[in-house]
């Protein structure tokens, strides 16, 4: 079975590079720098894991809440990690509350989302140690 996950952030660099990391035959990683492309990548693929940025726009805005809502509604058994480099007890707790299986302030520690995605049902190379 080949598992995607969806790498949504605004910083084109983070996108990629968790890309490079998680991506290996078993697990298709696409990206999306803004929650519009998340939603259109959403309702044409299946997707396992999204991985999403709170603030996709750099504002005050919570656009990765608003993904978490679309997910909920439109996608029920895609499984949600919200990342954020703006924490904030209200907005983790309105994310559990919402139905996010993680929620993690930046900088993550790579082996801690591995942890997460696998817990989640996708194998990925770094917690099988072929990195």
């Known amino acids: 079975m ?3 996950i969806l790498i949504v952030d605004d910083e084109t ?3 990629f590079g968790l890309k490079a990391l998680m991506e290996s035959e078993d697990v298709k990683v696409l990206t999306a720098s803004n929650a519009q492309a998340a939603r259109r ?3 044409s693929e299946k ?3 999204l991985l999403s940025d709170i603030r996709l726009s750099g ?3 919570a656009e990765g809440l608003d993904l978490l809502r679309f997910v909920k509604e439109k996608c029920a058994d895609t499984k949600v990690i919200l990342m954020t480099g703006y924490g904030d007890p209200a907005i983790m707790q309105r994310a559990f509350e919402m139905g996010a299986s993680y929620y993690f302030e930046k900088p993550v520690e790579i082996n801690v989302l591995s942890e997460a995605i696998h817990a989640l049902g996708v194998p990925n190379r770094l ?3 072929q990195v």
């Open 13 to 15: 660099a983070t996108a």
């Open 59 to 61: 504002t005050l805005d």
């Open 2 to 4: 080949a598992y995607k």
């Open 47 to 49: 997707i396992q894991v």
């Open 41 to 43: 990548i959403l309702g």
């Open 127 to 129: 917690k099988e140690g």
